[in-house]
């Protein structure tokens, strides 16, 4: 499979981080990702330290303990812990790409010097926290808000939806303020502030996903992110974060059609294997086709981003192709599978229902439309 050979164009340091990521998630999720989504857990503290160790968290940022690789690096890694599980990918996303990445763009030296090191090494956890319970594609009607005391900030609101966040050490929370939307690091423990797990998802259930209670919290104002002002600030962490799905969705999408593939090749019926039949051909060469299409949109992207010429519409573009493509093959693999499609004991149909949330998450499949629309016609057509 990979007909077009996308993966001859790595690098050898490419390669090996392909290969690292390959066997930490054979080695230690293969084997128990079915069981964690059917419990509807994630133990986020025991592997922490362990993709600390492998480098893969904030691995595509420089100093403070974090190992620099290029776009793609990142992205194969992205690529190769998705094919796993997305709840695997979203925690790696959230920790390096969102939370990290707002304290290593906006924050202080000292900001950076407290949580950096100990975040790419796992032994500290972070969160993001944009939306809202009624503002989640609109964030800049966001209802959280800070207020100036003194020297320090108190913060007011709720967050919806956050990954990682009651797992968290640290969370970056975004609120408005007289100045403006600003960033603040909110740590574990600070009085009034509570992080509640949101039960009963049947998507990203090997994830966890919180709600944040913020109640006359108050921070000094040096846990103010002081570089970021405005929207811009938590927009750039997602462009980050989507760049990073753009790659895992095919890693989503590869299991899928390997699973595919596989039991085709074995499962009989009317005397032959599945797989002997046009119309189960049909579904698999359009699975590659797919697959190989969102190989080479995200190989394109990755190397613009490394030449710091990739735009955000760009990134649009390829979260929305590449996370369509994986669900289409995940649909398609599902029927392939038969009735064996809907069980955990397979895993297409844990991938199916994942990729329902990353369609959702980072920007909807219609925001990016629009995103895309507003590029081709130079006409806004959000509101
Ligand atoms: P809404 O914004 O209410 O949208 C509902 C529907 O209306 C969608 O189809 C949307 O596309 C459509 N719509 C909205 N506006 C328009 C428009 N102008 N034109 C056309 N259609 C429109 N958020 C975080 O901040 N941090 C996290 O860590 C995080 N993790 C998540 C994990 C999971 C599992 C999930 C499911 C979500 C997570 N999110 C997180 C939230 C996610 O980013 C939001 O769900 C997403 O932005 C959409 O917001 P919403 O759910 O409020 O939907």
Redesign the pocket.
């Known amino acids: 499979m990979d007909l077009l050979r996308v993966d001859d164009r790595l690098t050898d340091e490419e390669r090996l981080v392909r290969d690292t990521a390959r066997r930490f998630t054979a080695e230690r999720i293969a084997p128990h990702v079915a069981d964690w989504f059917e419990a509807g857990t994630f133990p986020a503290r025991e592997l922490a330290p362990e993709l600390g160790s492998l480098g893969l968290l904030g691995m595509h940022l420089s100093g403070y303990g974090c190992p620099g690789a290029g776009a793609v690096a990142y992205g194969v890694a992205c690529r190769e812990l998705e094919a796993a599980d997305s709840g695997l990918r ?1 925690f790696v996303s ?1 920790q390096g790409s ?1 939370a990290m990445s707002a304290i290593h763009k906006f924050g202080s030296e000292e900001q950076k010097r407290e949580w950096l090191p100990r975040m790419a090494a796992g032994e500290a956890i972070g ?5 809202e319970p009624d503002h ?3 964030p800049a009607n966001m209802r959280t808000r800070a207020k100036r005391e003194g020297s320090d900030w108190v913060l007011n609101g709720s ?1 919806m ?3 990682n966040g009651s797992v968290a050490d640290v969370a970056v929370v975004w609120a408005r303020t007289d100045d403006g939307v600003r960033g603040f690091l909110v740590p574990r423990g600070a009085r009034g502030f509570s992080a509640r797990d949101i039960h009963k ?1 049947l ?2 259930r090997a ?1 966890v ?1 919180s709600e944040l209670s913020l109640s006359d919290v108050r921070v000094p104002s040096s846990a103010m992110l002081p570089e970021a002002r405005g929207l811009r600030g938590p927009l750039s962490c997602l462009s980050e974060a989507r760049y990073g799905i753009v790659w895992g969705a095919i890693g989503a999408g590869r299991a899928c059609y390997e699973a595919a593939v596989e039991y085709a090749g074995s499962r009989e019926q009317f005397g032959k294997p599945i797989a002997a039949f046009q119309l189960t051909q049909q579904k698999l060469a359009a699975m590659e086709i797919a697959l190989g299409q969102a190989g080479l949109v995200a190989l394109h992207v990755g190397r613009l981003k490394e030449v710091g010429e990739v735009t955000p519409q760009q990134v649009s573009f390829g979260k929305l192709a590449n996370v369509r493509a994986a669900l289409d093959v995940a649909r398609s693999a599902r029927t392939v599978l038969g009735a064996n499609g809907v069980t955990l004991e397979y895993p297409v149909i844990r991938h199916m229902t994942n990729l329902e ?1 990353v369609l ?8 990016h439309t ?1 995103v895309l629309g507003e590029a081709i016609t130079g006409i806004s057509a ?2």
């Open positions: 979203s959230v969102l969160c993001f926290g944009l939306t989640g594609s609109d967050k939806w956050i990954t998802k998507s990203l994830s996903t949330s959702t998450y980072e920007g909807t499949e219609e925001i629009l959000y509101r």
